[in-house]
């Protein structure tokens, strides 16, 4: 008896330690934590997997779980005043410095847009309440931080309208004189889909005329940029990298558009591009804006265009529409639209599916003459930058949020 239980231990203990190890590169610091911490991720997966495939709750509806675990009630401290409002029939949560300036002194403002993929994240997530609360004590800023609704409940283009209508909201003179906020100061800035949002909303503003209020920045973290070529070398080389692998990342942009699994079978396959996006396909050719460094082994081959299947076979002229579009994938508006673009700051990492959009949009926006700081992590990894809370804080975490801020402060 005692040598089967010895037996089932060891089995036990061989089974844990084959499902938490993954094959994670050298250079990435506290791999163990990061397999750790991955290992939880990989269980929600497969079981949201499970559950959408018994019909019990959709993928993303059981995903949503990492949200309500790390959810907080945004509350006032000695140094930062907090309050939940609506903005254009919004939710918002502002964070305010507490000591109050004289009657004339101006803050400056982030307008802060989180990350979850367009269909996960809150602003009220325990992550994102600590980087506005330092970004309020560091640079006695104000931080607007935009609840904007979730997809696939609200598909494209939603997520983006809702963004949209709080910055013009905030952009009022009167919203901005209640809040004490300098015109001239303000940026927009967020992590992963939070960053396409940014770009997105960005270069809107850019090209409206009679637009008073213009960003003074952007601060764009690991951003999703693009839709047509889902199998750049970053998108091949990390496609089994933790916490964003390229299947998640796919789904993520299915689900933006539309909730027909056909998209996904089809964006897996990189052969969801019909004639009308693939005129734009010229702008995320990685062979002309990668720097040759990051192509190592892959060889440039434009995704296939196909006419009268896959996606549009089901219908989905919507969906197919939507991805050629600059409000959903800001890396195609042509040259002339990036000129008057704010500047920027772009952080990529070297183990993230999504390196190679922000990568590319370096390129090209550098090209048009826009200023921008490049920070690229080469042991960095996607959502580095929310890790901060135990037991899963990481030291990147920190030097990431502290180079973020250092450069908002000399900036902004």
Not at 275 to 290: D, R
Request: aromatic residues 12%.
């Amino acid at each position: 008896m005692r040598l089967v239980s010895i037996i089932l231990f060891v089995a036990l203990c061989s089974f844990t330690a084959y499902y938490i190890y993954e094959p994670i590169p050298e250079e990435i610091e506290e791999r163990w934590k990061l397999m750790l911490t991955n290992s939880f991720f990989r269980s929600l997966s497969h079981l949201a997997d499970l559950s959408e495939l018994l019909g019990l709750k959709d993928y993303m509806g059981v995903m949503y779980f990492i949200t309500l675990a790390e959810k907080v009630v945004p509350v006032s401290d000695e140094h930062v005043k907090v309050t939940e409002e609506k903005f254009d029939g919004v939710e918002v949560v502002l964070y305010q410095p507490k000591q109050q300036g004289s009657d004339t002194e101006l803050r400056r403002a982030v307008i802060y847009l989180h990350g979850g993929g367009w269909c996960l994240g809150s602003s009220r997530m325990s992550p994102y309440d600590l980087l506005a609360r330092k970004i309020v004590t560091e640079l006695d800023a104000v931080v607007l931080s935009v609840e904007y609704r979730l997809a696939p409940a609200h598909h494209f283009p939603v997520p983006y309208e809702d963004v949209y209508h709080v910055v013009k909201h905030f952009f009022q003179k009167g919203v901005l004189a209640q809040y004490a906020v300098d015109p001239g100061r303000i940026a927009v800035s967020g992590d992963s889909a939070g960053g396409n949002l940014a770009a997105a909303v960005s270069q809107q503003l850019q090209k409206e005329s009679g637009q008073q209020i213009q960003l003074k920045a952007q601060a764009l973290i690991y951003p999703v940029l693009q839709a047509l070529d889902l199998n750049t070398p970053s998108y091949q080389q990390n496609q089994d990298m933790p916490i964003l692998p390229r299947t998640l990342m796919v789904r993520f942009w299915s689900e933006y558009f539309t909730s027909d699994k056909a998209l996904f079978k089809a964006m897996m396959a990189n052969t969801h591009n019909n004639p009308e996006s693939s005129s734009l396909l010229k702008f995320v050719n990685w062979s002309a804006f990668l720097p040759e460094t990051y192509h190592r082994e892959y060889n440039y081959s434009a995704p296939a265009v196909v006419q009268g299947v896959g996606v549009e076979a089901v219908g989905m002229d919507g969906p197919s529409r939507s991805f050629a579009d600059p409000r959903a994938s800001p890396l195609l508006v042509p040259d002339t639209a990036l000129h008057s673009l704010p500047k920027a700051y772009i952080i990529t990492c070297e183990y993230d599916v999504l390196r190679d959009d922000g990568i590319m949009y370096v390129t090209r926006l550098r090209a048009a003459g826009v200023e921008v700081t490049h920070e690229h992590y080469d042991t960095g990894f996607h959502g580095a930058l929310m890790f901060t809370v135990w037991p899963t804080d990481f030291l990147i975490a920190r030097r990431m949020t502290d180079n973020y801020i250092e450069w908002l402060k000399e900036n902004l």
